[in-house]
């Protein structure tokens, strides 16, 4: 597919037409008030995968609503024995789950904690699966998650996504060989939309790196690509006819760009300009966005979602050297 956006240049200056909502802070700080009146009950049980050189707990803690959330807590082997270690908390991509122990290994292997967080209700499209069930019902929806309950905010889908993921990180940094100062979130795709969601949600971030991040300018998204997960919504509307105002009015509390302009911790991003999953214009509007000064977007000419594959956790292990 050839370059099908604005041109780089109208890119890095790009801003969404995004309307945030005059309560968008009152929405989540009450959404993560209540979610905080359950008690984290973080555990971490001890699992036997084989490898040696990493020590593997699985992870459950209370999310939204007090239900249990997965995850995996990889450290380095050995780690008891030393200083708590700088943490990262990742988020998955759309349609997959925490996966296996054996799929997470490169964070860890440079001597960090790395915590990956299932995502509720998914787990069954792509990987090793998930083990998170969302208990919570929605009205009609279009087959996927873009749709459920996206009659209100109260009742989206993602209002449960990113409170988990608020709650991951408090897990993760619960953990007495972790350090939290030293936390750094990151994910691609559906992972790096959420990741954005917690940089607006989570103080004291030592850096976020959100990679081809979806769930971002969802005025542009929707009309300007015809792929899933973005056209669900589309689909949607294609049957509820008259209820777009509704539609968008519940996505602007959820919308990357919100989040971004609230970030106050160093950012890397990544970009590709041939995406159609997650158009370029709409990752930069939530780079253009991002508060914080220190923010850095690595840009991928020639390539689709795959964006920069290996080349961009290359780019993150040598950012990352920095802050965490």
């Keep these: 597919m050839a370059l099908f956006d604005l041109s780089l240049d109208k890119l890095r200056t790009y801003r ?32 036997d995968t084989g490898l040696t050189t990493v020590e593997v707990f699985d992870v459950t803690f209370a999310g939204f609503g007090g239900h249990p959330v997965k995850g995996w807590l990889t450290l ?14 990742e988020f998955v991509g759309y349609g997959g789950g925490r996966g296996l122990p054996h799929e997470h290994l490169l964070w860890a292997s440079t001597g960090r904690a790395h915590f990956v967080m299932d995502t509720r209700g998914q787990g069954s499209a792509w990987g090793g699966g998930g083990g998170t069930e969302d208990p919570v019902g929605s009205g ?9 309950g996206i009659d209100a ?25 972790t350090d939290a100062s030293r936390t750094v979130a990151m994910g691609g795709s559906q992972g790096g939309g959420i990741t954005l969601a917690v940089g607006g949600l989570v103080p004291n971030l030592a850096g976020i790196a959100p990679d081809v991040p ?15 997960p973005y056209r ?31 970030g106050t911790a160093p950012a890397l991003f990544s970009a590709a300009l041939e995406d159609q999953t997650c158009p370029p214009s709409t990752v930069f509007a939530a780079f253009n966005a991002w508060a914080h000064e220190d923010k850095t977007i690595e840009v991928y ?24």
């Design 153 to 177: 905010p109260e009742t989206y889908y993602y209002r449960r996504v990113f409170t988990d993921a608020v709650r991951a990180v408090e897990a993760a940094r619960s953990h007495p060989l």
């Design 214 to 228: 979806f769930l971002c300018d969802f005025p542009r998204a929707t009309t300007l690509t015809d792929r899933n």
């Design 232 to 262: 669900e919504i589309g689909s949607f509307l294609k049957t509820h006819r008259g209820r777009a105002a509704d539609v968008r009015r519940t996505l602007s509390y959820f919308d990357g760009v919100h989040f971004a302009a609230r």
């Design 140 to 148: 009609p929806a279009f087959p996927g998650f873009m749709t459920r």
């Design 76 to 89: 380095p082997a050995g780690a008891g024995a030393g200083a708590p270690l700088p943490l990262v908390v």
């Design 16 to 47: 969404s037409a995004s309307t945030e909502p005059e309560d968008f802070d009152a929405f989540w700080s009450g959404t993560l008030d209540e979610a905080r009146r359950h008690d984290l009950d973080a555990r971490f049980e001890p699992v």
């Design 301 to 324: 000419d020639f390539n689709d979602h795959e964006g920069g594959g290996p080349y961009q956790e290359a780019a993150q292990l040598r950012w990352m050297r920095d802050r965490a």
